[in-house]
């Protein structure tokens, strides 16, 4: 019998073939011309203008990024009984719609139709319109980057790929549709595709296959428009067979992934909203129960710039329930590398768009697709008052099968968020019964739970959902062998999974750590430290035009602000930021920051002017924490946040014998090649050095798959220490000493500093390197004596401990990790840190030296990876790295801002504006109110993992303080804020951080 049926399953394979042919009948061909943009892409109106030659089918076109007009003429028989459908095919190559050749259709008034790609190629002419029609195809050339794998290519930037023309166009017809023929085959495809994944033995797979061979027989080859009725019957009990009463409950919701850039630059991005997006709303007029869940911001401003027809019509869907803003924000960032205050700038201006275009905010997170996610999500989604968080990506995981798939997520700070990864492992569902199975079987909280959520369409380039998913979610919603489908909207989903299981569902506790992709905490490091550097910046440049505008009735340019933030949070893109996409992306990315640095900077120049303190002879120290500075320095240096400041003053000098060099504090003795070969604590009289440190090394890097995303663990089994010198040499003045170190490697230098300052328990490393390799990956090492449990790296709004060992394999799994501007590794009573200006990932590897188990933390300083852009990251890199020998974690706090903080030259001391009473609390923000008011808003946290209580003083005039939303509304979900003596008190339990609205007289 299963020999039977399996040769039953293979007739019906070679009879979709067969009925798929009948779809469309009677092919008409229409005329083409063409027209070639010259450069990038031009108006509707400018290439309307143009003269267009005539094309002939079967041409080449297209040379990589080159943007070609068509027009397709035709005449329409308004007689014809049947539906007429245009069908085009420029010269698909496979069938992913988001990753080659793709265009857009409009009616010769410059009317958006729909857009053409693989597996959505037709479009259905209107039953009204008659006569000669001409309809212009707006059609890219965009190449195929992964079309050789994993391979470099010269083909991701338009700068260097190549001039050969990528594409044939090989149909342009007007075919008649055949609806017998459309309805039999996803009668056949349904029942074929569950019978082949259900149990051979299965009663069910015999009673499909059974009518399967019936209806085959019943179908004429020779006239299969006139005899799929016949086979429609015979399938149709098969159909019509409800789902167990026990079977898993989907709830789909359309879907389109497009990410902003990766293998296409920014700009093609903007078009392919306009493609996908035209295509859902000609979806939704074909299929009135259809649904569509949309995030990002970024792209809804870019379809009402470039397309504002196609967002009327976008309003006009969400107004009547088919169109779902999802997400809330800017773009679906890292989740990673952003700063706390730019994840919440990406709600906060996201949701501000959402408000204003839709007249709605978004009711969870909903980020399918970066690479791990920060253990302050939860608090931030619950400060924006979201209820909800999803995505898929953690399915990713190489080594650990996540165990839940709705459970509550529970954040740095004690924060709860109920939280689904969608059991189908991707947010691109087909609808396919091999994936609703798959969902089914899946489902990790099966017997207490029993719903989940299937985003269906295609992803990433974009597409969208299509007519042939919607075919299948209407045979699949209730059918014997399935689990039941329903078209739901994501809240509608998450009410009921709530409703279900939210007394009951597990807790998680802490980061959701991808097993995966953890090249990206380092790979095209100038973008991560351009990101870190427009980060401060602009936070000095709010902090300053505040002082401006309360000090000296300034304008304060919030509409600036915002909008440099918004390309800021562009930028953060889960491919972007990651340095994950193709030269084009990266090339632009650099010179886009480069561009707004420069802006910020000028405007914080324009800041202090405005407040009238310009001039030189004092810093104002643009940061929450105290500072550190040279003994001898006779620079005053005010801090803005807080009254706290620590003395500069110190009796001891620096001294050197040789290679040794004494502070007072420490005794460092420098090697012969430059590492370090000791440093002594001299008041624990503690050798803090195991092995020898300051250590460059480089391992070899090439990844199964995935190079700029991965660091396969096999990277460390080769090693290559850089302890060859070009020269060493020590420069010597009152303030410090330092040695200068040039090393060459390779195609590569490295020039690097070390300065030992009087008194100073912190060393400070400042690296120039010129780098050139690829396939490498380079480490610094700094081996130390101590044991420690744990690293400590800092978060957003805190920081996390995570074990040093390897006991299961959870922890075997994280042998790349990320911090932002500190971490530092612990016995209980003794600490080194390690601060940087623009450097994430680090690992930290125990070893045994001499029966003592010692600890070495190692940052990840530059990779080379060749796909999907060959080009790296090369040239000059300039990083900063302070180690701190028996500090603490505010010390290690302190110094991470100091190096990455600016202060900034003025005439004369500056009153603070806020002084701040509170161990272990820090004012990360301060900014006037988006409303205009005039208010200042203050966002601070606690910093340490302590309860504290804080006294927030300013130092003029207000009416009132409380605490509020990120939207900087009252709410309840903030933390307590009471206001009295013209101060606001706030009680925050650990890494919990408030936004604070002080209400000007």
């Not at 450069?39 to 309307?48: C, I, L, M, T, Y």
């Not at 042939?468 to 014997?480: T, Y």
């Not at 990651?578 to 120049?605: C, D, F, K, M, T």
């Not at 005439?907 to 161990?919: H, I, S």
Request: net charge negative.
């Amino acid at each position: 019998m299963h020999a039977i049926d399996s040769l039953t399953l293979d007739r019906i394979d070679r009879l979709l073939k067969l009925v798929k042919e009948r779809i469309y009948t009677d092919p008409v061909p229409v005329t083409l011309r063409a027209w070639e943009a010259p450069g990038e892409p031009v108006s509707f109106d400018e290439a309307k203008a143009q003269e267009f030659v005539p094309f002939e089918l079967g041409s080449p076109w297209g040379k990589a990024w080159s943007t070609w007009w068509f027009t397709l003429t035709f005449t329409v028989n308004g007689n014809s009984e049947r539906p007429r459908e245009l069908l085009i095919d420029p010269g698909f190559i496979g069938d992913w719609p988001g990753n080659q050749s793709e265009g857009l259709l409009r009616l010769s008034d410059g009317t958006i139709l729909k857009a053409v790609n693989p597996q959505n190629y037709a479009w259905r002419i209107p039953s009204d319109m008659t006569g000669e029609v001409t309809v212009y195809f707006e059609a890219a050339a965009n190449p195929d980057i992964m079309a050789k794998g994993w391979v470099p290519t010269n083909q991701g930037d338009r700068l260097t790929s190549s001039d050969d023309a990528l594409y044939t166009f090989t149909r342009a017809e007007v075919a008649t549709f055949n609806h017998e023929a459309w309805d039999l085959y996803f009668d056949l495809e349904v029942l074929h595709g569950l019978a082949r994944n259900l149990d051979p033995t299965s009663t069910r797979r015999a009673q499909i296959v059974a009518a399967l061979d019936r209806a085959a027989s019943a179908l004429n080859p020779a006239n299969v428009l006139e005899s799929a009725d016949r086979a429609r019957q015979i399938l149709r009990p098969e159909l019509e067979r409800h789902a167990a009463s026990s079977a898993h409950h989907l709830h789909a919701i359309g879907h389109a992934h497009i990410d902003c850039a990766w293998l296409w630059p920014l700009r093609e991005t903007v078009r392919k909203t306009a493609r996908t997006f035209s295509n859902v709303l000609w979806l939704a007029e074909q299929y009135p129960d259809f649904r569509f869940a949309c995030s990002s911001a970024q792209q809804y401003r870019w379809v009402k710039d470039h397309y504002p027809e196609l967002m009327g019509r976008i309003k006009d869907a969400v107004a009547r329930g088919q169109w779902v803003p999802v997400g809330g924000m800017w773009v679906e960032p890292d989740g990673n590398l952003p700063s706390g205050e730019a994840l919440v700038r990406q709600l906060l201006l996201g949701q501000k768009l959402f408000l204003e275009e839709f007249g709605q905010r978004c009711e969870g997170m909903w980020i399918p697709d970066s690479f791990g996610y920060t253990a302050a999500y939860p608090q931030i989604a619950a400060q924006a008052e979201m209820q909800w968080f999803l995505t898929q990506k953690i399915s990713w995981n190489q080594t650990n099968k996540f165990p839940h798939h709705s459970f509550w997520w529970e954040g740095l700070d004690g924060t709860r968020l109920f939280t689904h990864f969608c059991p189908v492992d991707c947010y691109d569902s087909v609808v396919e019964p091999k994936e609703l199975l798959h969902a089914q079987k899946n489902f990790m909280d099966k017997g207490r739970a029993s719903h989940s959520l299937l985003p269906f369409g295609h992803g990433d380039g974009g597409g969208g959902p299509m007519r042939a998913m919607m075919e299948r979610l209407h045979r699949s919603r209730d059918l014997d062998g399935l689990p039941t489908v329903t078209i739901d909207t994501p809240s509608d989903f998450f009410a009921t999974a709530m409703d279900e299981y939210a007394d009951d569902a597990q807790t998680w506790v802490g980061e959701l750590y991808l097993e995966l992709h953890r090249g990206t905490f380092t790979s095209e490091a100038s973008i991560k430290f351009g990101n870190r550097r427009c980060e401060a910046a602009l936070h000095a440049a709010e902090y300053l035009w505040s002082v401006a505008a309360i000090r000296a009735g300034a304008t304060y340019p919030n509409d600036q602000l915002n909008e440099w933030w918004r390309e800021v949070l562009l930028l953060q893109f889960h491919d972007i930021l990651p340095g994950s996409s193709i030269a084009w992306v990266h090339r632009e990315a650099r010179e886009a920051y480069q561009r707004l640095l420069g802006e910020i900077n000028q405007s914080i120049g324009d800041a202090v002017a405005a407040a009238g303190f310009a001039g030189t002879g004092h810093k104002l120290n643009i940061s929450p924490a105290s500072r550190r500075l040279p003994a001898a320095s006779s620079i005053s240096v005010t801090a803005p946040y807080s009254t706290t400041t620590r003395d500069v003053t110190c009796t001891q000098n620096v001294t050197r014998d040789g290679n040794t060099v004494s502070n007072g504090v420490l005794t460092v003795r420098f090697n012969s090649d430059g590492t370090i070969g000791s440093i002594i604590d001299e008041e624990k009289n503690r050798e803090i050095i195991g092995q020898d440190a300051n250590l460059f090394v480089l391992h070899s890097d090439i990844p199964n798959m995935w190079d700029a995303w991965d660091v396969d663990r096999f990277y460390l089994e080769s090693r290559r220490e850089l302890r060859d010198l070009d020269s060493f040499e020590w420069v010597e003045d009152s303030d410090a000493c330092t040695a200068r170190i040039h090393r060459r490697f390779n195609d590569s230098t490295i020039t690097q500093t070390v300065t030992i300052r009087p008194g100073s328990r912190w060393i400070d490393f400042e690296q120039d390197i010129d780098w050139h390799e690829k396939e490498v990956f380079l480490k610094w090492e700094f081996p130390t004596t101590l044991h420690a449990p744990a690293s400590q790296a800092e978060i957003q709004f805190g920081h996390v401990n995570r074990p040093t060992h390897e006991n299961t394999s959870w922890e075997d799994a994280k042998f790349e990790l990320y911090a932002h501007r500190w971490l530092r590794i612990a016995e209980p009573n003794y600490g080194v840190s390690i601060a940087n200006d623009g450097t994430y990932g680090y690992d930290v590897r125990r070893s045994v030296v001499d029966g003592t188990v010692c600890t070495t933390p190692r940052l990840s300083v530059l990779r080379g990876p060749q796909f999907p852009d060959p080009t790296g990251d090369p040239g000059i890199h300039r990083r900063r790295w302070s180690v701190g020998v028996g500090t603490d974690t505010s010390e290690a706090i302190e110094s991470g801002y100091a190096l990455n903080c600016a202060s900034v030259e003025v005439g004369a001391e500056v009153e603070p504006l806020f002084r701040v009473e509170g161990e272990g609390v820090y004012l990360e923000t301060v900014k006037l109110a988006e409303d205009g008011s005039g208010d200042v808003i203050v966002r601070a946290y606690e910093a340490l993992g302590n309860y504290a209580h804080a006294r927030i003083t300013p130092t003029f005039e207000v009416a009132d303080a409380y605490a509020t939303n990120i939207y900087e509304e009252p709410s309840s979900v903030a933390p307590s804020v009471s206001f009295g003596d013209g101060s606001a008190h706030v009680r925050l339990s650990a890494f919990k951080f408030v936004t604070i609205r002080f209400v000007i007289s």
